[in-house]
């Protein structure tokens, strides 16, 4: 996400950094995802080693070795996720009717249990009404508790894997997002005027528009099919892969060539135009619009410049297409293959916007490739990211906009840690403020200065591949900086996450 200029801190932070250059108007990043997976096999711990082969999902009964996840119950949002369920596959087709706003729809799901089940629940908002419910091949009974369909499966057994095929309609309902960000206050399906819609979901609310199991540490393969009517267009994650158009209806199909956490998925139906350019060694780039006066379509028609900027500090961009979703809503997220930004700028001018669309386009190494297994580990997400996207403002001779890390060191970091909490022990009704951007961001940079740029620059192009297309943690995060960078690394790191004051910065270290 980008960053959100939050009420509390923009003001006092503001206040604080006076002779800080441009530091003023709202923008923010932010993001995160799940935890450990499994080279296909048993065990359970994140794999630091290379990813096991891939397996394309279509029309295919794979096992979908690399969206096996072994999810838990999340620190910070337990009420969401199902705990004993590892979603492997999806394919949404789903049809949204702009005037009578009902999104209706069938979810195939391919799905793991780990535990031995007499039935297996699946969050889905409370509006949407469930017609029918076929388990592998047989109608089953079902019933709904508020956010929850709780199907019933009758026996099955630990590791034991299923298809399930959940019909539902409805009008989809937004829900709270325990945050104080001004860019953001509801997630999920969001309804705009003329029955145009688009989605933010993070830290949850992909459950109001799809059956899931809606925390980081699950990731699955999608495909979806939308159908979409009165001149509409649908949008989805990925890569088109068919179009029929019949009248003033459109049903488009889609495909995600990696697995993906629900909060990274994304929806929207509108007058949408595509377009389909060439990015770095023939990188296919979507941007899907529906205003071509769109202020921040200049910026997004930038991405092959961005991408290869990128590379070249991150290593190969990991995904099969990129590009940019432009929608009414005022926020910015880092969903993948295809962030989704608003049309309006996310700061005064131009340029000043530029870093936010370039921060989404970094979350796809540092959120979307390698994923946090729980929300506590937002930072390492939006740490990484706005690291990398202060480099960049570097690069492009652009000022901070939040003052220089000496600042941040001196006043700042300190604010934050008293009124958000340390980066690593947010407040839970505090998700995603400026701490787990800023002071997590800081905390990078004085590992760069203690170790030198040259060193810290392989090691951060690294991280990734520790879990590719996994999850991890902040444990593993330390250890993995202790062995590339040197041995006070991961205990500075796992102090700085925590710390109710700001560590003194890191000395130079051999
Ligand atoms: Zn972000």
Redesign the pocket.
């Known amino acids: ?3 959100g200029l939050t009420a509390v801190v923009a003001a006092t932070a503001i206040v604080a950094l006076t002779g800080c250059q441009s530091g003023t108007a709202a923008t ?4 995160d995802a799940p935890s450990s997976r499994t080279s296909g096999t048993a065990s359970g711990s994140g794999s630091a080693s290379s990813p096991p082969s891939d397996t394309t999902p279509e029309g295919t009964t794979a096992s979908y070795p690399l969206a096996r996840s072994d999810p838990k119950p999340d620190s910070y949002y337990p009420q969401h996720g199902v705990p004993y369920l590892d979603t492997l596959h999806y394919q949404l087709d789903l049809d949204w009717q702009p005037t009578s706003k009902r999104l209706s729809g069938t979810a195939t799901i391919d799905f793991r249990v780990t535990t031995d089940r007499q039935s297996v629940r699946f969050e889905l908002g409370s509006p949407m009404r469930v017609s029918k419910v076929v388990l592998d091949g047989k109608t089953v009974p079902a019933s709904r508790s508020g956010n929850s369909v709780i199907v019933n499966s009758g026996a099955i057994k630990a590791n034991s894997k299923h298809e399930v095929a959940i019909t539902y309609a409805g009008r989809p309902a937004l829900i709270q997002e325990p945050a104080e960000r001004s860019d953001v206050q509801k997630d999920g399906f969001h309804i705009g005027k003329n029955g145009q819609v688009w989605a933010f979901q993070e830290p949850f609310g992909a459950f109001t528009w799809y059956p899931t199991s809606d925390q980081p540490a699950d990731k699955a393969y999608y495909d979806a099919r939308l159908t979409a009517h009165d001149g509409q267009q649908g949008v989805f994650n990925g890569q088109v892969t068919s179009t029929t158009v019949t009248g003033k209806d459109t049903t488009t199909a889609f495909h995600l060539d990696k697995p993906a956490a629900s909060y990274l998925t994304t929806i929207a139906f509108g007058k949408y135009k595509h377009e389909v350019v060439q990015g770095p060694h023939n990188l296919p780039i979507n941007y899907w619009y529906a205003n071509p006066n769109a202020p921040t379509l200049k910026l997004a028609r930038k991405t092959p410049q961005y991408l290869a900027w990128i590379e070249k500090l991150l290593g190969p961009y990991p995904f099969a297409s990129a590009g940019y979703l432009l929608v009414p809503g005022n926020s910015g997220m ?1 969903t993948q293959t295809l962030p989704t930004f608003s049309e309006a700028l996310s700061k005064p001018t131009l340029a000043e916007s530029e870093g936010d669309i370039v ?2 386009l970094v ?1 796809q190494w540092f ?1 979307d490739e390698i994923t946090p297994s729980d929300w506590k580990d937002m930072w390492l ?2 740490s990484l ?2 690291y990398v996207e202060f480099r960049y403002m570097e690069a492009a001779k652009m000022p901070m906009d939040w003052g220089t890390y000496a600042e941040m060191q001196a006043v700042l970091d300190q604010r934050m840690r008293d009124t958000q909490g340390p980066p690593g022990a947010y407040r839970k009704g505090d998700f995603g403020d400026l701490n787990v ?1 800023l002071s997590g961001a800081l905390l990078l940079h004085n590992l760069e200065t203690a170790y030198g740029r040259t060193k810290f620059d392989v090691a951060l192009r690294g991280w990734p591949a520790t879990a590719k297309y996994g999850n991890s943690d902040r444990t593993k995060f330390a250890a993995y900086m202790s062995k590339s960078l040197g041995p006070k690394a991961g205990p500075y790191i796992t102090n700085w996450l925590t710390a109710q004051k700001t560590p003194a910065p890191l000395s130079k270290q051999p």
């Open positions: 996400m980008r960053r923010g990043s932010s993001s880092e921060h989404e979350h959120g997400n939006e990211t706005m951007y």
